[in-house]
């Protein structure tokens, strides 16, 4: 079992669609959780950070943790074409106070239909 | 602010050639993180550096090196290429913990 499973879609909407991205994971210290937005032949560009459980909320994206089913979601609000890219998970423990080291799902890739 | 910067951007190499990767982090951020990406395992966590020290590794073989400079500049280097290092690599700074900036990467073919 991977550490780290993300639906790789690939996932089509219309616009104005609410988009939902999930992932599940096994290491119960995790403790930090991204969101990556990466466009074709760019670099992963960070959407939301979280840590611990709850919910995060940054204009149409809204982020969630559930810790006690090690599950974690993105919402999209009012999906737009220009929110077509692949999405990323990732986390980590950040132990031993490293920065580094993040844990990434494959991706799901997202497209928005005009 | 200028963004993560890494060159080359694309490099074409031959099998048992080695390479060396550059990235000049987010100014201020002292920690950098290499990842290799790839269709098939994705993005995959390589090394990171903070202070010139190596603070964390992943699972690659000893091949992959890296360094990082007093400005906080580091590189990454390949020895004895393979046909499967063919990959994205990617570098991401860092000034707090859980906020990771990344480059555009460079896009690395062996042949």
Redesign the interface.
Known sequence: QKEVEQDPGPLSVPEGAIVSLNCTYSNSAFQYFMWYRQYSRKGPELLMYTYSSGNKEDGRFTAQVDKSSKYISLFIRDSQPSDSATYLCAMSDLTGGSQGNLIFGKGTKLSVKP | KAG?TQTPRYLIKTRGQQVTLSCSPISGHR?V?W?QQTPGQ????L??Y?SETQ??K?NFPGRFSGRQFSNSRSEMNVSTLELGDSALY?C?S?L??????????TRLTVT
Do not use: H, K, M, T
Request: proline residues 4%; aromatic residues 22%; charged residues 10%.
């Open positions: 993560v920690s993180s990842y994705g993005l995959q966590f090394f990171e903070f603070r964390n992943g990617l991401a860092s707090v913990v859980g906020e990771q900036y990344f480059g555009p990467g």
